[in-house]
């Protein structure tokens, strides 16, 4: 990691943790454990848990970092958002 990129913080509900992955591959990144994948520009790391949205419904929700250089990031994360947006409920 490049001590000039910087970070952010997003979560996203109704995607599991494995699309998410999927996604981040697909925008250029290689997996390197369960919770990471890194490219040449930019790495994300994911977290899940299980969240409730009312007395009866819980979904999953995805946290990601996102580290990488800050004038690419932004519009890299508006791409994983857009495919993550799709794939929810």
């Given at each position: 990691?490049?001590?000039?990129w910087?970070?952010?913080?997003?979560?996203?509900?109704?995607?599991?943790?494995?699309?998410?992955?999927?996604?981040?591959?697909?925008?250029g990144?290689?997996?390197?454990?369960?919770?990471?994948?890194?490219?040449?520009?930019?790495?994300?790391?994911?977290?899940?848990?299980?969240?409730?949205?009312?007395?009866?419904?819980?979904?999953?929700?995805?946290?990601?970092?996102?580290?990488?250089?800050?004038?690419?990031?932004?519009?890299?994360?508006?791409?994983?958002?857009?495919?993550?947006?799709?794939?929810?409920?």
């Amino acid at each position: 990691m490049s001590s000039e990129w910087v970070t952010q913080k997003r979560s996203f509900r109704g995607i599991s943790r494995r699309l998410a992955i999927q996604y981040l591959e697909t925008l250029g990144a290689d997996r390197v454990d369960d919770d990471r994948v890194e490219a040449e520009e930019w790495a994300a790391t994911l977290s899940e848990q299980t969240v409730s949205v009312g007395p009866s419904v819980s979904l999953t929700q995805v946290d990601l970092v996102f580290e990488g250089d800050p004038e690419g990031l932004d519009a890299l994360v508006e791409r994983f958002a857009r495919k993550a947006m799709r794939a929810g409920g």
